[in-house]
Structure formats: structure tokens, C-alpha cells
């Protein structure tokens, strides 16, 4: 199908979300008014994008024209002239085009749930995680983006041995994704008397926010247990029996959630990570078969694969599905992950654009 066909698909389908969307009936059955207020949303910028497209084209033929019928060679010079402005810009807008028409995740637009667990190393790979932890904290405040602890469980020497957290902003779950496997760090333990370097590692979750319209989630089928709060926390902890742990029966899912304050808030955010879980298990399945139909190396859904490497010795990290390595690893740790995600983000959508080379 020609691209201008596809986008006259699409301003077609555009209208009538458009028209649904206002609809009684649309309004109060919740799961189908948020769908297509995401799809709503999506088009929107392939509609705007059709405009310029149309509009450019017109203009183009129209110069192409003048020079096919034209005999005056003052015309015929201002319409090649205006030819060679427009067809580098007609270009450049079809490439533009191509990347909005690549088929997008729709839960790329989602809110983020991230969970970082201790891998190997023991201690040091406790405070690596609590390095990562502090790194996409930095990152999301840098982004204008809402970070708010659900899960903590603190490692004996510092850092965690698991810490999960919600992350709140535009499009979260569709940057943050291609964090998801195992970073490994390689330096000198601040418990290693010898000096020798240790290669120690965390693992890596981050899921797309169910909201409720996207998980039927029957509460006779999830058991509520309530226990005192361990570990550090305040002096609520150890006091009354707060902690809630929820364990889902049909799949054997088990949540627990201790850092708030009251039991009723524990309960509530527990909820929010069982939900997700449950829909992230349907939503791996789904991203392992596109990536078994794709061989994609970026997001290929495998959760225990090595990832990014942390050198402290050569002051390096390296990005080991993309080849990608940077010499500013302070900053990195400190924040600045947007090149590592740009580039792959960018070697994603090559690989999506190859696959549909043929439609166009």
C-alpha cells in the first residue's frame, strides 16, 4: 500500500475514534473509552503529519508542472528552483512518516513499574542495585518525571537486596523498557581488602502500569496476609501489623508491600504491583513471540540476559546489544542514560523499518 494510502486509512479511522469517543455509550463503558483515547492519541500526529504531506506533494506536481507545460524560462527557472527546495524537504518528511507509520507498542505510553533485585556478588551486588536505584532516580527527576517507593528491603551493607518503584510521566513505559535484563558492575568492593576487581550484578524489571480496565482481577482469588514491618523504615516499623502481603492463587503471584505508613495504603500499592505482574506475564509472552518472529537484539522480552557492563577501572559502560560504549560512566551513574536509550530506541526502529521496507 502507498504511503499516502495508508495515511488516508488513517485520517479515516481518526474520525470516526473521533466521532466514538463522545458517544453515551462509549463514555461509560470505561475499558473501551481509554483504548480509544490512546488510539485518539497516537493518530493525532500521523493526522497533522498528513497535512504537511498532502500539502507538499500538491506543490511538488504543481512545480513539476510548470516545467513539463511552460515555455517562459523565468517561470520554468523559479519553478526548478522551488523543486529543489521542496524535494530534499519532501524526503526528509517521508522518512519522518516511515518512523511514525512503524507499528507501536501501546503500552509505550504507559506509566512504568521498575524492580531492581540483587543479582550475584552478595553485598556488592546489593549496593550495586542501590547504584542503579539512585541512577534511574536521577534520570526521571532530570525527565520532570514522579518517582514514588513501593517495595524496599534494604541490603546488610547498603543498597537493596530488592527495591521496586512506580514512575509517573509522558510515555514511561516506552523509554524505560529497554532497561529491562541484568547490569553487571565490575570494580573493587568497598569490602575487598586486596584491591582485586569483582564482577557483581543486578537484575532489571521495568513493566508497563496495569490500570484496572486492563486486568480482570477477581479479589476471591487473591489471598491478603498482614504481618509486622522488618528492617529499617521509621518507628511505625515493628509496631503494628502493616506489611500486607497478597498472594494471587490461580498463578501463584505474591506481592508484599511494608513501607507505608498504614496497612490500607501497604494494601493499596501491593494491589497496584499485583496487577501488573499479572498483565506483564500475558504482555512476555507476547513480546517473546515478536521477538522469536523478529531476532531483534534490543527488546527481546529475556530478562536474565546481560545487558550493560559498568567499568569503574576503565571508567566505561558498555551497551552489549547495540556494541555501544561510553567513557563518562560517572555520568552515567549519575543520570545521563539518554544516549544508551536514544540508540536503541534508534536500532529498534531500524530493525522495524527493514522488516517493512517491502510496503513501501
Given amino acids: 500500500m502507498a504511503m499516502i494510502d495508508k495515511l488516508n486509512v488513517i485520517f479515516q479511522r481518526f474520525n470516526e475514534v473521533n466521532d466514538l469517543i463522545i458517544q ?11 483504548q480509544l483515547n490512546r488510539e485518539y492519541k497516537n493518530l493525532k500526529p500521523l493526522v497533522e503529519v498528513r497535512l504537511q504531506y498532502l500539502e507538499l506533494s500538491s506543490r511538488i506536481e504543481e512545480a513539476k508542472g510548470v ?4 515555455k517562459d524560462a523565468d517561470f520554468r527557472e523559479m519553478a526548478k528552483m522551488e523543486l529543489d527546495e521542496l524535494e530534499p524537504t519532501f524526503e526528509a518528511l517521508e522518512e519522518e512518516v516511515k518512523l511514525l507509520l512503524l507499528p507501536k507498542d501501546p503500552e509505550d505510553d504507559k506509566n512504568a513499574l521498575v524492580e531492581i533485585r540483587q543479582g550475584a ?8 542495585a542501590g547504584d542503579l536505584f539512585r541512577m534511574y532516580q536521577r534520570y526521571c527527576e532530570g525527565r520532570g518525571w514522579k518517582v514514588e517507593v513501593l517495595t524496599m528491603n534494604e541490603g546488610s551493607s547498603g543498597g537493596f537486596k530488592e527495591v521496586s518503584f512506580e514512575v509517573n510521566g509522558e510515555s514511561v513505559y516506552g523509554i524505560l523498557k529497554y532497561e529491562s535484563g541484568v547490569h553487571r558492575v565490575q570494580r573493587v568492593p568497598a569490602t575487598e581488602s586486596q584491591g582485586r576487581v569483582h564482577t557483581s550484578a543486578a537484575s532489571v524489571v521495568v513493566l508497563p502500569e496495569a490500570e484496572e480496565v486492563d486486568v480482570d482481577l477477581d479479589m476471591k482469588d ?13 518507628q511505625h516499623v515493628n509496631k503494628t501489623e502493616s506489611a500486607v502481603r497478597l498472594t494471587h492463587l490461580p498463578t501463584g503471584i505474591v506481592v508484599e508491600c511494608q513501607d507505608g505508613r498504614s496497612q490500607h495504603k501497604n494494601f493499596e500499592q501491593a494491589l497496584k504491583v499485583l ?11 507476547k513480546q517473546e513471540e515478536q521477538a522469536a518472529q523478529r531476532k531483534t537484539m534490543v527488546s527481546t522480552g529475556d530478562r536474565s540476559a546481560k545487558i550493560r557492563t559498568y567499568n569503574y577501572p576503565q571508567g566505561r559502560v558498555t551497551d552489549h546489544r547495540i556494541g555501544l560504549t561510553s567513557y563518562n560512566l560517572n555520568d552515567v551513574v549519575n543520570g545521563d542514560i539518554q544516549k544508551f536509550i536514544d540508540e536503541l530506541h534508534m536500532a529498534e526502529n531500524a530493525e522495524k523499518m527493514k522488516e517493512g521496507s517491502d510496503d513501501y
Avoid at 24 to 34: G, M, N
Avoid at 121 to 128: K, L, Q, T, V, Y
Avoid at 226 to 231: I, L, N
Avoid at 275 to 282: A, G, I, Q, V, Y
Fill in 121 to 128: 556478588g552478595g553485598d556488592e551486588g546489593a549496593i550495586f
Fill in 222 to 234: 487473591v489471598k491478603k496476609d498482614t504481618y509486622r514491618s522488618q528492617g529499617a523504615g521509621g
Fill in 67 to 70: 516545467l513539463k507545460e511552460e
Fill in 275 to 285: 496487577r501488573s505482574r499479572m498483565f506483564d506475564m500475558e504482555f512476555k509472552k
Fill in 24 to 34: 453515551p455509550d462509549v463514555i461509560s463503558d470505561s475499558k473501551r473509552y481509554v
